[in-house]
């Protein structure tokens, strides 16, 4: 299929594409595992089916402790979420769904000699549906997390946005997902922090910070190297304080093509597509429509980088390490 799934950003400092599926990712699944009945069933041929949407947290570490009277309590790390005067936690709002008609279409059009696309979303091609919700569920060492819901619980909030509202309540701040619990027959329910008792020493647990990890590097040889970079290395210091090495590629050499047997033919005409989208696609303009409520959040500034003279169409920047400092 033809089909490459794209990833818009809408920041306040940066507005525009920023990484996409080649099509052939798709059918090379079917290939590496010889799986044939692949071909033409992938996101490259079909369309994306869209379910609910879901806020995970998976995996929260937590303390364990038996009382004298052999009751459990557990203790997670403290979970705090924004919420106004009201504790209402705006999370989810402007849903959309988008078909080809809202950007597809004209793209395809532009790159076989057609006019030229804006890259603004097409709101005829456009679906907004209305949000429903229902109470989250819990669990905690294999049991269930029973009355978390009196607590808070998940909403629909004027304006189609999904969210929490936070109840007043005497064992957890507003805004705080309850951190202690303790078990009650086959349950396990929430606990007020005075209801903890002293000798399970849950109250004077510390949770672990998150350790440095270990510097991102990419290969010096293969793909990376070859045909390689046009101009590069260089570095940048982030907000967080790591430090982030880069190249300036050619779009159609940068490491993830290299793995196709494209024809030069085929290449020649991506490059120049990309060339004219880089002359015409500008990162302060609106491509999504922008948020109905609240403000955009920026990027860290040291993320938008500058091309260099002569590759300001046609390269893009690929990370090649990052590492802290």
Known sequence: GDQSWTCFLSADNFKGPIAYYIPETWSKIGKLF??????????????????????????????????????????????????????????????????????????KSWRDGGPACSG?????????????????????????????????????????????????????????????????????????????????????????LAKQGAPYTSPTVGAWANPGPKLGPFNVKLADGSVVTYSWY??????????????????????????????SWSIDRDYMPPPTRGRLVALDPALLVTPPKGLEVGYVPIVTGQAAQ
């Open 34 to 107: 010889n799986y044939p009945f692949l071909y033409g069933r992938g996101l490259d041929a079909r369309p994306g089916i869209m379910g609910g949407g879901a806020m995970e947290i998976n995996t929260v570490p937590c303390f364990e402790a038996t009382d004298a009277q052999g009751r459990v309590y557990s203790r997670i790390p403290k979970l705090q979420f924004p919420v106004d005067a009201q504790g209402r936690a705006y999370l989810v709002q402007d849903v959309a769904y988008y078909s080809k008609a809202a950007l597809y279409d004209a793209v």
């Open 120 to 208: 603004r979303f097409n709101e005829n091609g456009c679906f907004k549906p209305k949000l429903n919700t229902r109470t989250t569920r819990y669990s905690q060492a294999g049991k269930r997390i029973a009355g978390v819901e009196r607590f808070f619980d998940t909403r629909i909030f004027e304006g189609n946005v999904w969210g929490l509202q936070w109840f007043t309540n005497d064992r957890s701040e507003t805004g705080v997902f309850p951190r202690y619990f303790k078990d009650e027959g086959e349950e396990r329910v929430v606990a007020a922090e005075a209801e903890v008792p002293a000798e399970t020493n849950l109250l004077v647990q510390n949770f672990k």
């Open 250 to 279: 050619r779009f159609i050499d940068q490491p993830s093509f290299q793995q196709y047997r494209w024809s030069e033919e085929k290449k020649a005409k991506l490059q120049a597509f990309v060339e004219k989208l880089h002359a």
